[in-house]
């Protein structure tokens, strides 16, 4: 198994917004080993990397490694990694992200050297990289089912392209306007008046409020 490489953060987070953050304080309680804590954060944004996931997946692998395998392993690597995850410094949901990040990123690296996988109907380009047990990726399927965000990527899939980056950086994956900014080769202060303007039309849809919410 390849270990999860996480980066350095690379802009601090004032720790009043860390303390503010349910995700964070669930995080938190997790370290302290208080019961259930990590399988809540998993519950709490296992849709949002799921969103992430499928359209990462279309974009960047052309659909043949699905969304349920990304999220199952950046899940699984998060859970290994945990005990090195410093909650004092940084929030959750970006270090899970990052974890997610570099299995994204190991995906492209493998799947051009592989042969196209056997599949049902509508599948047969798909290749599986990462093996886990079928009771570990029940919940994945599930949320393949999940009506809240299949609409949450019906809304995104309307979106110009640099508007889907934003949100995804911004509102899923957690980064700060300055990152985002950087990512997206823009101003910091264009990206943040970009933000306010999509936060606005995503604080009216449920769906989206549950997959952004922290």
Known sequence: MIAAMVPPREDPTP?????QSLTQ?????AQRGEPGSFDELYG???PALFAWA???ARSALGGRVAAEDLVQEAWYRAHRAFPQFDAARVPFRRWLF????????EAIRKVPSL???PGAAGESTRVRLFDRPDEATSVTRRLARDEAVRDFQSYLKELPAEDQDLVLHLGIEGLTNAEAAR??????DAA???WQRLRAHLRASRAAARLLED
């Open 98 to 105: 990052r974890i997610a990040k570099n299995v994204l990123l």
């Open 115 to 117: 042969p196209l996988g």
């Open 44 to 46: 709490r944004l296992a």
């Open 192 to 194: 943040t008046k970009r």
């Open 25 to 29: 304080r669930l995080a938190k309680g």
């Open 54 to 56: 499928s359209l990462r």
């Open 15 to 19: 720790s009043d917004e860390l303390d």
């Open 183 to 188: 990512r997206l080769g823009i101003s910091t």
